[in-house]
Protein backbone atom coordinates (compact mmCIF):
# COMPACT_ATOMS: atom_id res chain seq x y z
CA UNK A 1 0.00 0.00 0.00
CA UNK A 2 1.25 3.35 -1.00
CA UNK A 3 2.17 5.64 1.65
CA UNK A 4 1.76 9.53 -0.23
CA UNK A 5 4.53 11.56 2.57
CA UNK A 6 7.14 8.87 2.46
CA UNK A 7 6.97 9.10 -1.30
CA UNK A 8 6.45 12.65 -1.57
CA UNK A 9 9.59 13.17 0.83
CA UNK A 10 11.90 10.56 -1.18
CA UNK A 11 10.84 12.52 -4.41
CA UNK A 12 11.94 16.26 -2.60
CA UNK A 13 15.61 14.29 -1.62
CA UNK A 14 15.95 13.15 -4.79
CA UNK A 15 15.13 16.57 -7.00
CA UNK A 16 17.50 18.56 -4.18
CA UNK A 17 20.33 16.22 -4.72
CA UNK A 18 19.50 16.36 -8.60
CA UNK A 19 19.30 20.27 -8.17
CA UNK A 20 22.74 20.34 -6.56
CA UNK A 21 24.66 18.00 -8.55
CA UNK A 22 23.61 20.39 -11.57
CA UNK A 23 25.09 23.57 -9.30
CA UNK A 24 27.65 21.83 -8.87
CA UNK A 25 28.83 21.23 -13.07
CA UNK A 26 27.53 25.23 -13.03
CA UNK A 27 30.34 26.00 -10.38
CA UNK A 28 32.81 24.24 -12.28
CA UNK A 29 31.68 26.02 -15.52
CA UNK A 30 33.16 28.45 -13.59
CA UNK A 31 35.80 27.52 -12.01
CA UNK A 32 36.92 26.36 -15.83
CA UNK A 33 36.31 29.96 -16.73
CA UNK A 34 38.31 31.14 -14.17
CA UNK A 35 41.35 28.43 -14.52
CA UNK A 36 41.00 27.79 -18.16
CA UNK A 37 43.32 24.38 -19.20
CA UNK A 38 41.41 21.91 -22.52
CA UNK A 39 38.04 21.59 -22.53
CA UNK A 40 38.35 17.59 -23.59
CA UNK A 41 40.55 14.91 -22.61
CA UNK A 42 40.76 12.79 -19.42
CA UNK A 43 42.32 15.45 -17.48
CA UNK A 44 39.89 18.75 -17.95
CA UNK A 45 37.16 20.74 -16.27
CA UNK A 46 34.75 19.43 -18.49
CA UNK A 47 34.17 16.04 -16.38
CA UNK A 48 33.35 17.51 -13.63
CA UNK A 49 30.68 19.76 -15.45
CA UNK A 50 29.25 17.59 -18.08
CA UNK A 51 28.83 14.67 -15.50
CA UNK A 52 27.26 16.83 -12.67
CA UNK A 53 25.02 18.23 -15.28
CA UNK A 54 24.10 15.11 -16.69
CA UNK A 55 23.89 13.12 -13.60
CA UNK A 56 21.67 15.55 -11.67
CA UNK A 57 19.02 16.50 -14.57
CA UNK A 58 19.17 12.64 -14.87
CA UNK A 59 18.03 12.07 -11.32
CA UNK A 60 15.92 14.59 -11.58
CA UNK A 61 13.92 13.07 -14.73
CA UNK A 62 14.08 9.50 -13.34
CA UNK A 63 12.52 10.71 -9.84
CA UNK A 64 9.80 11.87 -12.10
CA UNK A 65 9.02 9.65 -14.73
CA UNK A 66 9.10 6.77 -12.45
CA UNK A 67 5.89 8.31 -10.67
CA UNK A 68 3.98 7.26 -14.24
CA UNK A 69 4.92 3.41 -13.75
CA UNK A 70 2.60 0.90 -12.34
CA UNK A 71 5.45 -0.38 -9.78
CA UNK A 72 5.11 -0.67 -5.76
CA UNK A 73 5.80 2.29 -4.09
CA UNK A 74 8.51 0.37 -1.28
CA UNK A 75 10.27 -0.79 -4.25
CA UNK A 76 10.46 2.69 -6.47
CA UNK A 77 11.34 4.59 -2.86
CA UNK A 78 14.42 2.23 -2.76
CA UNK A 79 15.50 2.23 -5.86
CA UNK A 80 15.32 5.83 -5.95
CA UNK A 81 17.12 6.22 -2.71
CA UNK A 82 19.91 3.69 -4.32
CA UNK A 83 20.03 5.83 -7.42
CA UNK A 84 20.45 9.51 -6.17
CA UNK A 85 23.19 7.88 -3.46
CA UNK A 86 25.02 6.29 -6.43
CA UNK A 87 24.36 9.40 -8.79
CA UNK A 88 26.50 11.48 -5.92
CA UNK A 89 29.31 8.99 -5.43
CA UNK A 90 29.82 9.36 -9.15
CA UNK A 91 30.38 12.71 -9.43
CA UNK A 92 31.92 13.10 -6.45
CA UNK A 93 34.46 10.70 -7.54
CA UNK A 94 35.04 12.61 -10.60
CA UNK A 95 35.49 16.17 -9.18
CA UNK A 96 37.46 14.64 -6.67
CA UNK A 97 39.81 13.53 -9.37
CA UNK A 98 39.13 16.58 -11.45
CA UNK A 99 40.65 18.73 -8.25
CA UNK A 100 43.71 16.47 -7.81
CA UNK A 101 44.22 17.17 -11.94
CA UNK A 102 44.41 13.11 -12.59
CA UNK A 103 41.87 10.82 -14.71
CA UNK A 104 38.89 9.78 -12.90
CA UNK A 105 37.84 7.04 -15.46
CA UNK A 106 40.57 4.37 -16.32
CA UNK A 107 43.23 5.18 -13.96
CA UNK A 108 45.12 2.63 -12.31
CA UNK A 109 48.46 4.77 -11.44
CA UNK A 110 48.31 4.85 -7.84
CA UNK A 111 46.00 2.66 -5.05
CA UNK A 112 44.03 5.49 -4.69
CA UNK A 113 43.24 6.23 -8.36
CA UNK A 114 42.71 2.68 -8.96
CA UNK A 115 40.15 2.85 -5.80
CA UNK A 116 38.43 5.74 -7.66
CA UNK A 117 38.24 4.29 -11.06
CA UNK A 118 36.74 0.53 -9.44
CA UNK A 119 34.33 2.61 -7.44
CA UNK A 120 33.36 4.48 -10.63
CA UNK A 121 33.20 1.48 -12.55
CA UNK A 122 30.73 -0.69 -9.99
CA UNK A 123 28.60 2.40 -9.76
CA UNK A 124 28.10 2.42 -13.21
CA UNK A 125 27.08 -1.16 -13.12
CA UNK A 126 24.44 -0.36 -9.89
CA UNK A 127 22.89 2.39 -12.38
CA UNK A 128 22.68 -0.29 -15.14
CA UNK A 129 20.79 -2.70 -12.96
CA UNK A 130 18.35 0.07 -11.35
CA UNK A 131 17.62 1.56 -14.57
CA UNK A 132 16.97 -1.65 -16.17
CA UNK A 133 14.57 -2.40 -13.88
CA UNK A 134 12.79 0.43 -14.11
CA UNK A 135 12.96 0.04 -18.10
CA UNK A 136 11.46 -3.44 -17.39
CA UNK A 137 8.57 -2.48 -15.43
CA UNK A 138 7.92 0.18 -18.09
CA UNK A 139 7.01 -2.45 -20.78
CA UNK A 140 5.57 -5.04 -18.33
CA UNK A 141 2.53 -2.51 -17.28
CA UNK A 142 1.51 0.44 -19.43
CA UNK A 143 2.73 3.41 -17.63
CA UNK A 144 -0.09 5.65 -16.53
CA UNK A 145 -0.28 9.69 -17.65
CA UNK A 146 -2.04 11.56 -20.74
CA UNK A 147 -2.39 10.82 -24.16
CA UNK A 148 1.28 9.53 -25.38
CA UNK A 149 2.98 9.89 -22.34
CA UNK A 150 3.10 5.89 -21.80
CA UNK A 151 4.92 5.52 -25.81
CA UNK A 152 7.51 8.36 -24.25
CA UNK A 153 7.94 6.75 -21.24
CA UNK A 154 8.39 3.48 -23.15
CA UNK A 155 10.47 4.78 -25.55
CA UNK A 156 12.29 6.64 -23.60
CA UNK A 157 13.30 3.98 -21.29
CA UNK A 158 14.19 1.80 -24.67
CA UNK A 159 16.82 4.75 -25.56
CA UNK A 160 17.86 4.82 -21.95
CA UNK A 161 19.12 1.20 -22.24
CA UNK A 162 21.27 2.10 -25.41
CA UNK A 163 22.97 5.01 -23.49
CA UNK A 164 23.69 1.92 -20.57
CA UNK A 165 24.92 -0.33 -23.24
CA UNK A 166 27.08 2.18 -24.81
CA UNK A 167 28.18 3.41 -21.52
CA UNK A 168 29.40 -0.41 -20.54
CA UNK A 169 31.01 -0.82 -23.84
CA UNK A 170 33.14 2.32 -23.23
CA UNK A 171 33.87 0.66 -19.78
CA UNK A 172 34.92 -2.50 -20.55
CA UNK A 173 37.01 -1.58 -23.72
CA UNK A 174 38.70 1.08 -22.03
CA UNK A 175 39.45 -2.02 -18.91
CA UNK A 176 41.04 -3.84 -21.17
CA UNK A 177 43.40 -1.92 -22.44
CA UNK A 178 44.29 -0.61 -19.41
CA UNK A 179 45.01 -4.12 -18.22
CA UNK A 180 46.93 -5.07 -21.21
CA UNK A 181 49.26 -1.74 -20.55
CA UNK A 182 47.73 0.38 -23.45
CA UNK A 183 46.68 3.48 -20.54
CA UNK A 184 46.96 6.20 -23.37
CA UNK A 185 44.63 4.24 -25.60
CA UNK A 186 42.44 3.70 -23.13
CA UNK A 187 41.90 7.71 -22.43
CA UNK A 188 41.07 7.95 -26.43
CA UNK A 189 39.12 4.39 -26.87
CA UNK A 190 35.98 5.76 -25.95
CA UNK A 191 35.59 8.40 -28.35
CA UNK A 192 33.41 6.86 -30.88
CA UNK A 193 30.80 6.35 -28.26
CA UNK A 194 30.23 9.48 -26.66
CA UNK A 195 27.97 10.92 -29.49
CA UNK A 196 25.78 7.71 -28.93
CA UNK A 197 26.02 7.69 -25.25
CA UNK A 198 25.33 11.03 -25.11
CA UNK A 199 22.11 11.35 -27.66
CA UNK A 200 20.77 8.26 -26.11
CA UNK A 201 21.15 9.31 -22.69
CA UNK A 202 18.45 12.15 -22.20
CA UNK A 203 15.22 10.39 -24.15
CA UNK A 204 13.68 9.39 -20.80
CA UNK A 205 13.32 13.35 -19.98
CA UNK A 206 12.75 14.75 -23.62
CA UNK A 207 9.80 12.26 -24.63
CA UNK A 208 7.95 12.32 -21.82
CA UNK A 209 8.14 16.29 -20.99
CA UNK A 210 7.11 16.89 -25.16
CA UNK A 211 4.18 14.53 -23.78
CA UNK A 212 3.75 16.75 -20.95
CA UNK A 213 3.60 20.00 -22.27
CA UNK A 214 1.16 18.55 -25.33
CA UNK A 215 -1.32 17.84 -22.20
CA UNK A 216 -1.34 21.42 -21.32
CA UNK A 217 -3.06 21.77 -25.19
CA UNK A 218 -6.06 21.81 -26.08
CA UNK A 219 -5.39 19.66 -29.22
CA UNK A 220 -7.28 16.12 -29.52
CA UNK A 221 -5.59 12.88 -28.06
CA UNK A 222 -5.00 12.07 -31.21
CA UNK A 223 -3.17 14.39 -31.94
CA UNK A 224 -0.62 14.70 -29.20
CA UNK A 225 0.17 11.40 -29.57
CA UNK A 226 0.90 12.08 -32.86
CA UNK A 227 3.41 14.15 -32.12
CA UNK A 228 4.74 12.37 -29.21
CA UNK A 229 5.05 9.48 -31.96
CA UNK A 230 6.78 11.36 -34.35
CA UNK A 231 9.07 12.99 -31.72
CA UNK A 232 10.12 9.34 -30.70
CA UNK A 233 10.58 8.57 -34.37
CA UNK A 234 12.89 11.39 -34.89
CA UNK A 235 14.77 10.71 -31.83
CA UNK A 236 15.36 6.98 -33.00
CA UNK A 237 16.64 8.21 -36.15
CA UNK A 238 19.11 10.72 -34.28
CA UNK A 239 20.15 7.33 -31.81
CA UNK A 240 20.70 5.38 -35.19
CA UNK A 241 22.86 8.22 -36.52
CA UNK A 242 25.09 8.21 -33.83
CA UNK A 243 25.14 4.45 -33.76
CA UNK A 244 26.17 4.03 -37.26
CA UNK A 245 29.12 6.82 -36.33
CA UNK A 246 30.16 4.71 -33.88
CA UNK A 247 30.23 1.50 -35.61
CA UNK A 248 32.38 3.38 -38.31
CA UNK A 249 34.83 4.59 -35.93
CA UNK A 250 35.04 2.27 -33.31
Known amino acids: MKNPRSVRSVERLCHTVGLLLVLSGLAHLVVFAVDGGP ?3 PVSWRKPVTFGLSFGVTLIAITWVTSYLRVGARLRTVLLVVFAADCVVEVGGITVQAWRRVPSHLNMETPFDTAVSMTLAVGGGV ?5 TVFAVA ?6 TGPAGMPLAVRSGFAVLLVALASGAAMIARG ?5 TGHQEAAYHSTAPLKPLHGVSLHAVLVLPLLAWLLSRTSWSERTRWRIVATAV ?5 AVAGAGVWAALTY
Open 127 to 131: LVALL
Open 175 to 179: VVLTR
Open 233 to 237: GCYGA
Open 138 to 143: SFRHRP
Open 39 to 41: WYG
